[in-house]
């Protein structure tokens, strides 16, 4: 199972964060000074996004493919995760984003194929309650569901037990 860049997802993710950086703009115009940091904190957060979804718009190939040796991920750059050394593997949703989490046996093996930067980010993820190996399917079509599906059906055993 292949999943790839929806350009019709990746474009509402990313008319989305336009919208944002204008309502963070309108944040920096009021006379009060903590709507006027949020603002700006806004215009950060959302300017950094929005080069990524731009550049995912025009990336080629699969970002996620599911298959009888693991599961390879091409954002961030993990590579195979190979069934074999998944312990588990559940959900975790921040808002309305949902992600795959994956529990591997040594996450550190993982996480070395990333840049620094990188791994900063999937270590933020264990202290938001979630494995350093999750996997947003923003902007991927198919979805977070069907490769739930896919599992459930090829790889019930690897199903995280709540």
């Known amino acids: 199972m292949e999943c790839s860049t929806s350009i019709v997802r990746t474009a509402g993710v990313l008319v989305l964060c336009l919208l944002m950086i ?16 949020v603002g700006w904190l806004g215009i950060a957060f959302f300017g950094l996004c929005l080069p990524a979804w ?24 993990f590579g195979t995760i ?6 588990s593997v559940g959900t975790g949703s921040v808002e309305s984003t949902r992600f795959l989490c994956v529990e591997v046996a040594d996450p550190e093996a993982y996480l070395a194929r990333l840049r620094p930067w990188q791994r900063s980010f999937q270590a933020a993820n264990r ?6 190996i999750s996997v947003s399917f923003a902007g991927l ?10 599992i459930a059906e090829h790889y019930p055993e690897k199903i995280a037990t709540q």
């Open 127 to 132: 202290k938001l309650g979630f494995s350093e």
């Open 82 to 87: 190979l069934w074999d050394d998944i312990e």
């Open 54 to 77: 731009v550049i995912q718009i025009f990336r080629n190939g699969p970002a996620v493919v599911l298959d009888q040796e693991g599961i390879h991920i091409a954002r961030p750059p």
């Open 141 to 150: 079509s198919p979805g977070l569901d069907e490769a739930w599906r896919y």
């Open 22 to 37: 204008g309502g963070a703009y309108v944040l920096t115009t009021l006379d009060r000074v903590i709507p006027q940091i």
